[in-house]
C-alpha cells in the first residue's frame, strides 16, 4: 500500500500524560499537513511542512503541540501534558508540489489518529 | 466562524434518486475540493476544481466563481453512496491548507 499511513490509528490516554503520533506520507509528496477533527466538526488546519520546513502553524497549535518532519519524509506530532479537549481525531495528508509553486494539488489523506483523553 | 458553508448537514434518499449537495464560501479561493469519508472510512478525495464542471461515473461537481458556490451532485444513487461528504477550499495561501466545511451526512435507503 503506497498511501499515507498513521500510527496509531487508536489512542486512549490519561490527562496530563504526553502523546506522540507518526504520519507516513505517499514517498515522493514535498507537501505535509496536519489537521485535527472533532466531532461533527469539519476538519482544521494544524501545520504544514514544506520537506523539512514547517512553514505555517495555526494559533489551534498551542505550546504544547510540537510537530517535526526530520529529514523531509515521516512527521511525528507530539502533544504534551494532555487535556480532554484534545480528544479528537488527528488527519495528516500529502501532496506533491515545490515550494513557491501554485499548480493546485488534491491532498491524499491518512486514516487519522483517534485521540481519547480520559 | 465557518468560512465555509455547506448545506444540507443531513440528508436522506431513496435509492436511484438525483441527490445535489451545495458549499459555499466567502472569499475568492484558488481551488475547492470534495471529499469522501465513509463510515469508518479514511477521507478521500473526488474533485479538486478552480472553474467549470467535472465528472467521475456518477458524480458530477461544478463551481460558479461569481457567486462563490459549488455544488455535488450524485447520480441514480446508491446504499454505498452513503457516506459524508465535504467541501473545502484553498484559498491561495503559499502553503496550500485547506478550509472545510463541516460536512453533508448522506444516507442512501435500498
Known amino acids: 500500500d503506497t498511501g499515507v499511513s498513521q500510527d496509531p490509528r487508536h489512542k486512549i490516554t490519561k490527562r496530563g500524560q504526553n502523546v506522540t503520533f507518526r504520519c507516513d506520507p505517499i514517498s515522493e509528496h514535498n507537501r505535509l499537513y496536519w489537521y485535527r477533527q472533532t466531532l461533527g466538526q469539519g476538519p482544521e488546519f494544524l501545520t504544514y511542512f514544506q520537506n523539512e520546513a514547517q512553514l505555517e502553524k495555526s494559533r489551534l497549535l498551542s505550546d504544547r503541540f510540537s510537530a517535526e518532519r526530520p529529514k523531509g519524509s515521516f512527521s511525528t506530532l507530539e502533544i504534551q501534558r494532555t487535556e480532554q479537549g484534545d480528544s479528537a481525531m488527528y488527519l495528516c495528508a500529502s501532496s506533491p508540489g515545490t515550494a513557491g509553486t501554485r499548480p493546485h494539488y488534491e491532498q491524499y489523506f491518512g486514516p487519522g489518529t483517534r485521540l481519547t483523553v480520559t | 466562524k465557518n468560512e465555509v458553508e455547506q448545506s444540507p448537514q443531513n440528508l436522506t434518499a431513496q435509492e436511484g434518486e438525483f441527490i445535489t449537495i451545495n458549499c459555499s464560501y466567502s472569499?475568492?479561493?484558488?481551488?475547492l475540493h470534495w471529499l469522501q469519508q465513509h463510515p469508518g472510512g479514511g477521507i478521500v478525495s473526488l474533485f479538486m476544481l478552480s472553474s467549470g464542471k467535472k465528472k467521475h461515473g456518477r458524480l458530477i461537481a461544478t463551481i460558479n466563481i461569481q457567486e462563490k458556490h459549488s455544488s455535488l451532485h450524485i447520480t441514480a444513487s446508491h446504499p454505498r453512496d452513503s457516506a459524508v461528504y465535504t467541501c473545502?477550499?484553498?484559498?491561495?495561501?503559499?502553503?496550500?491548507?485547506?478550509?472545510f466545511g463541516k460536512g453533508t451526512k448522506l444516507s442512501v435507503k435500498p
Open positions: 472569499v475568492g479561493i484558488s481551488a
Open positions: 473545502a477550499v484553498d484559498y491561495g495561501g503559499s502553503q496550500g491548507n485547506l478550509i
